[in-house]
């Protein structure tokens, strides 16, 4: 077996090695103490979940907190005992503070839990045995505590050329993966044999630093008996060779590029403690419970390396090695040269924690006070990473962030060699870590400062929309009042009183129905403001801008629409004023002219945003904007459609109007346009659902529209015959004449509206049906409130598919009540106004329907945005048990059942209204 | 229990302080100290001591009227040592006021000014020295000679110099004569070996003396290469661009061009290569800048002895370089591990 080439790196120290002190006696293992502090963030990512409850008796092994999250880890019992508590307690961490740690108080009896080794594990498929290991709670154990199986997740994505077994140790005093080779050699080797079989990598390479010739030899004589494939790579002792970085560039002569990964560069390296801990996984199916911990430092009389539980107290290791207190100056977690020092020794040993070093005041003496760079360049040549320590500091130190980033300050390592040559004592890496934080910092305050300028802006924006609203609403009632005075003050004048309410009529209608449109506008503006917010709260920059869009343009239509309605409400005057019918019609038809052009607009916008779809098939925005601009068209098309119908009255109202055939002829035509237009919409979307085959969305818009069509035929068969009827009482009076050709349309009318909303309660019952399926697949809690909300659906469908029956065989008794059902997707300005029939009550319920509609809007984005967020974190491949964990879930349950509330209280009040 | 918590490293090596740093420097001046003194008096260390006295005079002046602890900032050596190599630098008999204003203007100005240690842009030394040398020509153009070429054929004793450099004796000029450069730099059109015959300042004593004076500070300087101070890269590049602009002219002009020996073994070649170049406050910084840094001040030296007005151009050349040192910085820096290539420049406000 020929030894690997070694290489060099730039730099290094060579501080005293102190490493014999603690190689004096063998491995030593303490007692049980009496209560073992498990914190729940041992590693790196998500801190675990309890699993247990405070006085839940455990045994050894037994999983007591799971992983949560993607990097995160699960917990386990290190022995049998009771659950103390799970509470903050002190833990070994460079900030000092506490965290959330598991109280355990052994019982003393060892009572393991069943063991599952995964015997037959060269069979076994590569994630069968990487989530076998994360259920062991294995992390890296060099340092990091790096979820392990995640690392080899990582590496297993790229062909790695050299799996490299880190067991340098290079640290001063450490001695615990020396004793952990000398212990464990057959278990080490056949961890890296299991990894290796994960991994597959061209070589595998233990590196070791010579200053450990009884581990070197033990490994050697082992891997020549096994004839193993594994080779040792004896490297110089030099501080820091046991950097990844470094011992990958001492092994192989390859550097990790700034940014990325040793993966990236076909290199896996694995701490020697992490690779026997695999093995007890695998073939002991042990977990992760205790490690081997080196208890040095001159203040200690038996120095020497521990097998200890994870969770012991420091205290209890200290008693163990004899320290004495008085001689105690400096406790370190970890080496001198990376470790960091402890307030007190009641915190726990984790899975990361290599050393205890309790050292005198001679040992490690007070740093002596820092004195000014002479720029000396000794730390630019100890620098492993081969950057210019004088520099930054200099840099650091003027808080020239963006010169210290050039500088590659983000390249530094932390080893902390250049404070270690430093003659000025300079504590160099301390000014790093400080410069590091603050230009991290100073990222996300950017970051955040971006975003607040944008809502500001939106806000601002959103003000002055409001202000001009109010404005308008001002100017509005201002003109409604002096409209209604100069009503009052006419009526005398007015000569022929039965022609002022035929003439005002349709004129009030046209406000009443304008009036409901800018209420509906208003409903969703207020909607659309809400997405708006909530999308800044979450700060997604391109929905904020998306909904940005769409609240101008809705504020913009409704200024329009109420621009209109101060111009109707003022016209009343004229009609009075002017006996003139001519004049009577000129406002209609300027009406109609302006529904006309909205509809040609909201056309083209629909056109764009489905043109935007089908580069963009999955945009859930497009969709749901076209589906606005849809109802919005309706909306607009029903206005013509009723404006159409007015012309007629209002032309007959005029004395010299000779014929009513006209009109009808009119309607007829707009009717067999609509019938043509629907039938173009009908023709695209199909197109769109062969492109897509599988949008529900599209599925159902058909429908509607298929809906529409069969409405617009069989208005246009029913116009065709009323010219006749019609035709027939020409001289009549105005009033009847209103009456017999107002009461078909309005009987179309309802039978086109109970068609929609029973298409509309279709497409519901089959999105409610898909929600099931998925809830069913994802096994969520929620799964039984979506049947619920499925049973309500189907019974609402079938209801208005009753009262479409009813209607069709011609009852005139419109099911009212399946129409507001539909409130919130219907053509809603028909239940309004077929609410209004001079019922005093009416508008108060008309005021709470459009609440609750609003409301139901609010509660259907809610549950569509859980629903969008779920489905997010199935894309970003958490597994269901982080879903069932994350807010979301409980989200869309909470909107769902407040829709079903909802809904429930508008079919109460409708049935009331009845 | 109260234990101590400051962060990592919690070790230093030993005993490698600044203080030490400034002491191993002036301790590496001492073989060329005594070869200086040896052959040219006591003029030298009579000026070591005057400027050693002012420096640290002003220093703790200067230290008060800032506010800073004077103890703490005398005990770093480095005023010390500014006036150990400015009392090597100026000529053993120059006048005691000529050395304090050297050293003043050192301290004051050209260190405490910038905001002490490891804030000055220039070397502090040879700031001093350039003001001396500007200002008052005609002390620091008289060199002490060795006794068997000066006129009087002795060297002056410890009680000569003290009245020299106090200017009560009349004698002094005796004593004096150029330095083998001025000499040299002063042969007019003679060409080179009738100039080694006739001008006094070039005759192989006084060669020889220098030869010595250089090669003591040669042994100081690998001293500290050795003990790790000073890096191989100033050093070199400074002898080595020297060597070859000596080399170069001298094949173009052999009869009127001075050797390339001759150059690197007079004047304050060796002194200023790994005494005065190394400082390393106010030199480059990376490897690669260092031999920038170096071979710019060779080059200037070769220039200003050959063709400047001065004799010798250590102190000018060391202060233009200091000049350019930050912006040579900026271009070499080195590649830094993970990285391609290395960066260059400052471009700020782009890709990192």
Redesign the interface.
């Known amino acids: 077996m020929q030894s690997p080439q070694i290489f060099s ?2 730099g290094g ?1 060579h ?2 090695e102190n490493k014999a002190q603690s190689l004096q006696l063998p491995l030593g293992r303490p007692s049980l103490p009496s209560e073992l502090v498990l914190p729940l963030g041992q590693h790196i990512g998500q801190a675990s979940r309890p699993l247990v409850n405070v006085g839940d008796r455990v045994l050894k092994g037994q999983i007591i907190a799971t992983n949560n999250g993607f990097l995160s880890s699960y917990l386990h019992a290190p022995t049998s005992g009771t659950i103390a508590g799970i509470e903050e307690r002190a833990i070994a961490h ?1 900030s ?1 503070l506490s965290d959330l740690c598991m109280v355990l108080w052994p019982d003393g009896k060892e009572e393991w839990t069943e063991l599952n080794p995964l015997d037959n594990w060269q069979a076994q498929d590569a994630t069968h045995v990487l989530a076998h290991l994360a259920q062991m709670g294995i992390v890296g154990m060099g340092g990091a505590g790096f979820p392990t199986q995640v690392k080899l997740q990582g590496a297993s994505k790229s062909p790695l050329t050299h799996f490299i077994i880190n067991a340098a140790e290079c640290e ?1 005093y450490i001695t615990a993966d020396d004793m952990l080779i000398r212990e464990k050699t057959a278990e080490l080797i056949e961890g890296i044999e299991i990894l290796q079989h994960l991994v597959k990598a061209d070589n595998v390479v233990i590196g070791i630093e010579d200053n450990k010739p009884t581990a070197i030899a033990a490994l050697n004589a082992l891997l020549s008996e096994r004839g193993s494939e594994i080779q040792v790579a004896v490297v110089p002792t030099k501080y820091p060779s046991g950097g990844e ?1 470094q011992l990958i ?1 001492l092994l192989t002569g390859k ?6 990964y040793p993966a990236d560069i076909g290199v896996l390296c694995q701490n020697v403690g992490t690779c026997v801990a695999v093995h007890d996984a695998i073939l002991a199916g042990k977990p992760l419970i205790s490690r081997f911990t080196t208890l040095t430092g001159d203040a200690l009389q038996a120095p020497q390396n521990v097998e200890v539980l994870l969770g012991t107290p420091i205290t209890h290791l200290l008693d163990y090695a004899d320290s004495d ?1 008085t001689k ?5 977690m ?1 080496g ?10 009641a915190v726990p040993i984790v899975k990361t924690s290599n050393c205890i ?1 309790a ?1 005198t005041k001679k040992e ?1 003496p ?4 820092e ?8 730390c ?2 100890a620098c ?5 320590p ?2 930054l500091l200099w840099f650091s130190k003027s808080q020239e962030h ?2 210290a ?4 300050l983000f ?1 530094c390592i ?1 080893c ?1 060699a250049c ?7 300079i ?1 160099l ?2 000014y790093y ?1 400080h410069t590091k934080s603050s230009i991290r910092e100073a990222r996300e305050a950017n970051v955040k400062s971006d975003l607040a300028k944008q809502r500001f802006e939106a806000r601002k924006a959103r003000q002055d929309a409001e202000a001009a609203e109010k404005e308008a609403k001002r100017i509005a009632r201002q003109q409604a009042t002096a409209a209604k005075a100069s009503t009052k003050a006419t009526p005398a004048e007015q000569a022929e009183p039965a022609k002022a309410p035929a003439a005002a009529a349709p004129v009030s209608d046209e406000a009443k129905k304008l009036k409901i449109d800018i209420a509906i506008g208003k409903t969703k503006l207020k909607k659309r403001q809400k997405e708006l917010l909530a999308a800044q709260e979450a700060e997604h920059l391109e929905e904020i801008q998306a909904l940005q869009l769409q609240v101008t343009e809705q504020e913009t239509q409704l200024a329009a629409l109420e621009a209109r309605l101060s111009k109707i409400s003022a016209t009343p005057v004229v009609p009075s004023s002017a006996p003139d019918a001519s004049r009577e019609k000129a406002p209609v038809n300027d009406e109609l002219k302006k529904a006309k052009v909205d509809v040609a607009l909201l056309g083209v916008k629909i056109k764009k945003l489905n043109k935007q779809l089908a580069d963009t098939p999955d945009d859930q925005e497009t969709k749901d904007k076209i589906a606005g601009f849809e109802k919005d068209l309706a909306t607009v098309q029903a206005i013509v459609k009723k404006l159409g119908t007015a012309t007629a009255p209002a032309t007959k109202a005029a004395p010299e109007n000779s014929t009513a055939k006209a009109p009808i002829n009119g309607d007829l035509k707009k009717a067999k346009v609509d019938v043509a237009l629907l039938g173009v919409k009908i023709k695209k979307l199909n197109k769109q659902l062969a492109d897509t085959p599988d949008d529900q969305e599209t599925k159902d818009k058909i429908a509607v529209f298929e809906a529409d069509l069969a409405t617009a035929k069989a208005t246009v068969e029913k116009l065709s015959v009323a010219p006749a009827e019609s035709s027939t009482a020409p001289s009549e009076k105005t009033s009847s004449n209103k009456a017999t050709t107002a009461s078909a349309p309005p009987i179309a009318d309802d039978l086109k509206k109970l068609k929609i909303d029973t298409a509309i309660a279709k497409a519901a019952v089959k999105k409610v049906e898909k929600a099931l399926k998925k809830a069913e697949e994802i096994q969520a809690p929620e799964a039984d409130a979506i049947r619920q909300q499925l049973v309500e659906a189907q019974q609402r469908a079938s209801d208005l598919d009753k009262a479409l029956a009813d209607a069709v065989n011609g009852t005139k008794t419109t099911d009212s009540t399946a129409t507001e059902a539909k409130a919130e997707a219907s053509v809603p300005e028909s239940s309004a106004a077929e609410a209004k029939p001079s019922t005093p009550a009416a508008p108060a319920n008309a005021d709470a329907a459009k609440k609750r509609k609003i409301d139901l809007a609010i509660a259907k984005a809610g549950i569509k945005k859980a629903e969008k967020n779920i489905a997010l974190l199935k894309e970003q491949g958490k597994d269901e048990a982080e879903i069932t964990a994350s807010e979301w879930p409980a989200k869309l349950l909470e909107a769902q059942t407040k829709l079903a509330e909802l809904e429930a209280a508008t079919d109460a009040q409708s049935q009331e209204n009845n | 229990m109260a234990l101590l918590r400051i962060s990592s490293p919690h070790t230093q090596r030993a005993g490698h302080r600044t203080s030490w740093v400034m002491q191993m420097v002036i301790l590496a001046t001492v073989p060329g100290i005594a070869v200086q003194t040896w052959l040219f008096g006591w003029g030298n260390l009579i000026n070591i001591l005057i400027a050693s006295i002012a420096a640290l005079a002003c220093e703790a002046a200067i230290l008060s009227i800032r506010r800073r602890s004077v103890g703490f900032f005398l005990k770093d050596y480095s005023a010390l040592l500014t006036a150990v190599l400015l009392g090597i630098a100026l000529p053993p008999s120059v006048p005691w006021w000529v050395t304090v204003t050297a050293v003043s203007f050192a301290i004051i100005f050209a260190k405490q000014l910038y905001g002490g240690l490891g804030n000055n842009p220039f070397n502090p030394a040879m700031v001093g020295y350039a003001i001396v040398l500007v200002s008052f020509p005609v002390p620091m153009s008289q060199w002490v000679g060795v006794q068997s070429v000066v006129t009087s054929g002795d060297s002056l004793s410890f009680w000569q110099s003290l009245q020299a450099i106090f200017q009560t004796l009349p004698t002094i000029d005796g004593y004096t004569m150029a330095t083998p450069l001025d000499g040299f730099k002063n042969k007019e059109l003679v060409d080179s070996a009738t100039a080694f015959n006739t001008i006094e300042a070039l005759q192989t004593a006084n060669l020889n003396a220098w030869l010595w004076v250089n090669i003591a500070y040669l042994l100081g300087g690998l001293a500290l290469f050795w003990l790790r101070i000073i890096t191989w890269h100033t050093p070199v590049a400074l002898l080595g661009a020297l060597l070859v602009m000596s080399g170069v002219f001298y094949l173009f002009d052999v009869s009127h061009a001075a050797t390339p020996l001759f150059h690197i073994t007079t004047g304050a070649a060796m002194f200023g290569a790994f005494f005065i170049a190394t400082d390393p406050v106010s030199s480059c910084t990376s490897n690669r800048g260092k031999l920038i840094y170096g071979a710019g001040i060779g080059i200037l030296i070769y220039i200003i002895r050959t063709w400047g007005g001065y004799p010798d151009g250590v102190a000018f050349a060391v202060l233009l370089m200091n000049f350019s040192a930050p912006l040579i910085d900026y271009y070499t820096q080195p590649r830094s591990y993970g990285h391609k290539k290395s960066k260059k420049g400052l471009k700020v406000g782009e890709e990192k």
């Not at chain 1, 004195?371 to 000794?378: E, F, H, K, L, V």
């Not at chain 1, 492993?384 to 210019?388: E, G, T």
């Not at chain 1, 980033?405 to 590659?408: G, K, L, M, P, Q």
């Open positions: 790196f730039h120290i501080p005293e460079p000092g001063p970085k560039q550097e990790v590029p700034s940014g990325q207190e105690l100056h400096r406790l370190v970890g001198p040269m990376m470790g960091y020092t402890l307030d007190s020794a070093l050292a490690l007070t740093p002596n006070p004195q000014a760079c002479i720029r000396c360049g000794m630019e040549q492993p990473a081969s950057l210019l004088q520099q963006e010169k980033e050039h500088y590659n390249d932390e902390g404070s270690y040559v430093c003659p000025s004592s504590p890496v301390q870590r």
